[in-house]
């Protein structure tokens, strides 16, 4: 059975002498998504750790924290089979002991989105992130890369920035989405909360990702104004009942949106800066869709390139929500480019 430390002398007495160390950051109730990281990580370094840690911090009130999923028993095991060789569970006093009052606070790219919709959420990631990155490493040193998944793509941004920023020695490493895909939940991210979903659900939740196809195609056959891209997906959100969207946003490569669609149900589109378009095919990779939305009351976030991908790379489950298995990652398909 992998072993788990819980402290940080447990956890530096099993990292000593590591030539290097990965470092997979998660909440936990780990799924393939997360399996792809590990093995990253596992070929990548001598040691991986997987941190499996709900951070309070990040949780806004009203949100989940109490009822987030948690199995550690699972997670060892899934973690064992992915290739890591200890997990580190924390407590959240050791984490964050009586008397502890600092916090991590992240510029722009922290706060359209996510940063919008969840106050308070990305300082609660970065301050983490930041106390993990310094935590799990060998002999004094920080680790030597720590692994992100691309699903939580305003995350990856994040933690990037802070890194730049503060010269931390750690190399942060992004890794693809993991999706289902065949079945009729095809195309839906693997994540944690998929696991509030009855598997009929799960089956509608895929919706979010044919929203996203549905603007990629629309690019790539022809259409340049992003108000009418962003209708797109609209349209496909429409046809699910149980949906409330929060965001559908093209955003540019600083993560600073394009222009935003709101609140499905309301139809109008709700424009964050002057409608543009995207005129002559060129730098279309420096953009992406990203969205946000409570279906059957729970909130799933997705994204992709506007430049579409290939269907190559997704994960062959008929378990929506926390299958283990092969998942190769997934890959940018096309080559175009656009320009705004
Ligand atoms: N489908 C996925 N593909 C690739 N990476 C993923 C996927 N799902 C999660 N990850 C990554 O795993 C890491 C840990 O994420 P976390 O434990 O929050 O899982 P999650 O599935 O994203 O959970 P939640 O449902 O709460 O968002 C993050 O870096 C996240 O981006
Ligand atoms: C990076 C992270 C582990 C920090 O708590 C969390 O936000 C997550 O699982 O994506
Ligand atoms: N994977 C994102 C963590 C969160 O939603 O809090």
């Known amino acids: 059975m992998l072993p788990v430390a819980r402290t940080l002398p447990e956890l530096h007495a099993a990292l000593l002498g590591a030539r290097s160390v990965g470092l997979v950051p998660t909440m936990g109730y780990l799924h393939a998504g997360h399996a792809t990281l590990i093995e990253q990580a596992r070929r990548e370094n001598s040691l991986v750790v997987v941190s499996v840690f709900v951070n ?11 009822r987030y999923p948690r ?16 997990i580190f569970h924390p407590d959240t006093d050791h984490m964050y002991p009586a008397g502890f009052s600092s916090s991590v606070s992240v510029g722009a790219v922290a706060q359209a989105l996510e940063g919008a919709s969840r106050p308070g959420h990305f300082g609660g990631v970065a301050t983490v992130v930041l106390k993990l990155l310094n935590m799990v490493g060998a002999d004094g040193r920080s680790a030597d890369r720590a692994y992100f998944g691309e699903k939580d793509w305003q995350q990856l941004m994040v933690v990037r920035q802070m890194v730049r920023d503060l010269n931390h020695a750690t190399q942060i490493v992004g890794v693809p989405t993991v999706r289902v895909h065949d079945g009729a939940a095809a195309g839906l991210a693997l994540s944690s909360r998929n696991s509030y979903l009855s598997a009929e659900q799960l089956v509608r939740a895929a919706v979010l990702s044919r929203a996203l196809r549905a603007v990629q195609a629309a690019y790539a ?16 959100l429409e046809s699910e009942s149980e949906l409330t969207l929060d965001y559908l946003s093209l955003v540019d490569e600083h993560l600073q949106p394009v222009q935003t ?40 976030i997705d994204n992709m390139p506007l430049l579409g991908e290939s269907a190559a790379g997704t994960l062959a489950s008929t378990s929506a929500g926390n299958s283990a298995g092969s998942a190769p990652s997934e890959t940018a398909g096309q080559t175009g480019t656009v320009k705004l």
């Open 56 to 66: 309070p911090l990040q949780f806004g009130a009203g949100e989940d924290l109490s």
């Open 71 to 86: 199995d550690l028993e699972r997670d060892r095991a899934l973690a064992l089979s992915a290739g890591a060789d200890l």
């Open 221 to 236: 056959a022809g259409e340049t104004d992003v108000a009418a891209l962003l209708q797109a997906g609209h349209r496909i």
């Open 261 to 300: 669609l709101t609140a499905a149900a309301e139809v109008a589109l709700s424009i964050s800066e002057q409608p543009r378009a995207l005129a002559t095919p060129h730098n279309a990779d420096m953009f992406r869709l990203l969205i946000a939305a409570r279906i059957f009351g729970v909130r799933l």
